[in-house]
């Protein structure tokens, strides 16, 4: 800024505004409609999957009854295996139609047979502990997805602040379309002064001129002459005023447009300031996404590892209690027909050995197959 001795030396240049084209601002209505539209689609989303999180809990929960059911039908298993030693004992005990040799390989064979189920059993207990250990890790998939909603809460909160700033953004847009109408307008005028300034210049220069040619002029009257000479010094003096006013008024118009320049500075960059909040909010919200889908998944395995195991486990109680009632059966007839008995149970057992052993082979495929996904 010049100082007060510096005022009468200063050339006014600048500029004048272009004015911004229609297409331009109809352009950034659409981007803030984009915008508006992306936010709402964004907010529906993550309310959306917020309501899946919450419905982790009831899976998990689940899960848990799930796995006292298999603990009672393992227990029911345990005094189903009890009983069959307690008939195999007896039957070892009181055969006496067939001889000892015979009635010792059939009790080996079905004793045999008894172990392998039990060993059968202990296998599937394992995974059942295998699948327990898989539902603490669901327990832990279940805090971090809480962890996520607590994310997702900072998320909507960011989306508040968001919406305060979309209206701080309006605002400013309005401050920026008067300040560009008031530059435009000071613009105009300066215009207006600078005009009035050369026109003042050029009067100012043809006052001096017949001031000159007066006083060299000696054909007028002394009194006629000392007058007119007075008039033109007045409107010379006049001229002079309006001349340093016109000067003062466009160093004023010059300091508004600084000002306004300014402004729009600072507008623009609380302008680009919310654009990059809105970016962020919108890459943390996909990120979250993407961890909520990946717990999703991981639960729905876990699910199905546990329906499967269940089925295993079903099948097994159904065989053993129709190994029961068999054997119930065989430890009535103690007649001539025993060893026809003998061999059909026999039979029987092995068939529901190779069962357990397709159960078993089907069980560690989809243990592997879950370890690998």
Partial sequence: ???????????????????????????????KELD???????????????????????QILEYHEALAEKET?????????????????????????????????K?????????????????????????????????????????????????KALNKESEKLKDTLKHLEEEMASTKKTVEELSGELSNKLQETEELNDSLEEKEQEIVRLTTTAQLASKEKEQTVRQLREQLDEAVKKFNKQKLQL????????????????????????RNDRQRIHEEY????????????????????????????KAQDEEIRVLKTQLNAYSRK????????????????????????????????SQEKHKNE
Avoid: W
Wanted: charged share 35%; aromatic share 4%; hydrophobic share 30%.
């Fill in 107 to 155: 009790v080996r064979e079905l004793e045999d047979q008894i172990a392998k189920v039990e060993d059968d059993k202990r296998l599937l207990v394992k995974a059942q502990e295998t699948l327990q250990n898989d539902l603490r890790v669901a327990d832990d998939k279940d805090k971090a997805i809480q962890n996520l909603i607590v994310d997702l809460e900072y998320c």
């Fill in 36 to 58: 508006q539209k992306e936010l709402i689609m964004v907010t529906l989303q993550r309310d959306r999957y917020k309501r899946d999180c919450e419905n982790k809990d009831k």
């Fill in 334 to 365: 103690n007649d001539q027909n025993q060893d026809e008995e003998i061999q059909i149970l026999t039979a029987q057992v092995n068939a529901y050995s190779r069962e357990v052993d397709k159960q078993k082979g089907l069980l560690t495929q």
């Fill in 251 to 274: 160093k004023e118009l010059v300091e508004k447009m600084q000002a306004k320049e300014a402004e729009n500075a600072i507008y623009k960059q609380d302008f680009e300031t919310e």
């Fill in 73 to 105: 039908e393992s227990m029911y298993q345990s005094s189903v295996i009890k009983e069959l030693e307690k008939q195999l004992a007896a039957y070892a005990g009181g055969g006496d139609n067939n001889s000892p040799s015979d009635q010792g390989t």
């Fill in 1 to 31: 800024m010049a100082t007060p001795h510096e005022e009468e030396k200063i050339e006014v240049k600048t500029t004048l505004p272009i004015r911004p084209s229609t297409r331009n601002a109809s352009h950034g209505t659409q981007t």
């Fill in 286 to 313: 996909e990120e979250l996404k993407t961890k909520a889908e990946e717990a999703r998944k991981q639960n729905k395995i876990d699910k199905e590892a546990l329906a499967n195991l269940g089925e295993v486990i």
